[in-house]
């Protein structure tokens, strides 16, 4: 463990950079990332800027020359080539663009999504049946997964449906905080020649991970979960080598063809949360970035993770092996409906908890710490569940 993922006064100070308002615990920071204060702040002037100066300042020194330097540091962020990262507005953007563009695809091939995506990528997928002709395979994971168990999944659909080119892989799904084997299965896609997107949207902050280790040329992510930056910004990811195999997008003509920022639409983009990015960089990297900050939320999560998964009534979702889970667990009172459950935890015990459906164990009970939840705001929430997990068995 990373040396200060329990220590509770460090991450109290770091906490004294987020305002926040009174009210419930928040475990549902897995929607989007506070700012600090001084991102805040920065962001503000900006906008203040931008309105003031209009075009003027935007034609005259944002385009010319510091969205330069912002796409350079972005691409340091995942240590990639500014060349193979184009700025989008959110992951959503990123990854429909992306599956949109691919030009890999011929009437009669099969494309794979599993029970564990994002629903906006499911629907872009199950959406190249008609654009494409394609045939939309959809998988759904064991319940409980298993490292093994989740990479023979894909090696049987592979095996199973020879005509597949195409699949999305979410690295982190949003339904259970489930880290997926993504080496593993891409290395496997790579040998039915079956070409991977990568959702990284949960995972860009929260996970170290390098793309060309992973075997990832295609990925969406955005910036606002995990990094710390203002909402309305995310981006792309086409590996160099693999930017002929996505079209630029509609007819898009503001950039060469040769150019990765042709693949997404050209658009006005929210110049003052672009200009606030370097503050954004500079302060992940100043937390300790993806390693500390995801070990503190995997910290707490093993808190209340430990102590919950042994009662009765009570059942935890997502497995405990280390290469497969992160901050983000869910967990279900057996035999109870999650929403009513959900409510209780929030009306009885002022914990904020979200739940999520769609994935073969039903609906369940989603919780994300952040990064200004401490050990007492976890040990609520063990006592929350010890309670109503007797009340849920009885
Ligand atoms: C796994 C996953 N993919 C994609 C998205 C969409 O991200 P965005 O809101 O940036 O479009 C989310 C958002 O919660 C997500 O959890």
Known sequence: MPR??????????????????????????GYFGRMSRWVQARYLEHVALINRSNSLYVRQQFEQGEQVELRRQLAGLIDVAPEAVAFTRNATEALQSLIRNYNGLRPGDQVLISDLEYDTVKGAMRWLANARGVEVIELSHTHPAS???????????????P??????????THRTGLVMPVEAIAKA?????????????????????????????????NLHKWIGAPLTLGFLYIAPERLADIDP?????????????????YSTPNFAALMTL??????????????????????????????VRGLPGIEVLTPDDPRLYCGITAFKFTGRDQQVMADRLLKDYGLFTTTRV??????????????????????????????LSTLSHT
């Open 4 to 29: 200060h993922a329990d220590n509770e006064r460090h991450w109290q100070v770091i906490a004294q950079r987020y305002e926040l308002e009174p009210g419930p615990i928040n475990l549902e920071n």
């Open 358 to 387: 769609g994935a073969a164990f039903g609906t369940c009970i989603r919780v994300t710490p952040g990064l200004v939840t401490s050990a007492a705001d976890i040990q609520v929430l063990v006592n929350a569940i010890t309670e």
């Open 189 to 221: 896609a790579r040998a039915h020649d079956v070409d991977v997107i990568l959702d990284g949207a949960h995972a860009l902050g929260q996970i170290e991970f390098n793309l060309a280790q992973l075997g990832i040329q295609f990925a969406g992510f």
């Open 147 to 161: 490292f093994d168990s989740l990479v023979q999944t894909y090696r049987d659909a592979f095996v199973q449906y």
């Open 278 to 307: 370097p503050l954004v960089f500079e302060e992940h990297h100043a937390l300790g970035g993806s390693l500390a900050k995801g070990a503190r939320v995997k910290y707490l999560r093993d808190l209340w993770v430990g102590q």
């Open 249 to 265: 997008d509609m007819g898009e003509f503001h950039y060469p063809a040769n150019d990765v920022r042709a693949r997404t639409s």
């Open 163 to 172: 005509r597949l080119k195409l699949m999305a892989l979410t690295h982190v």
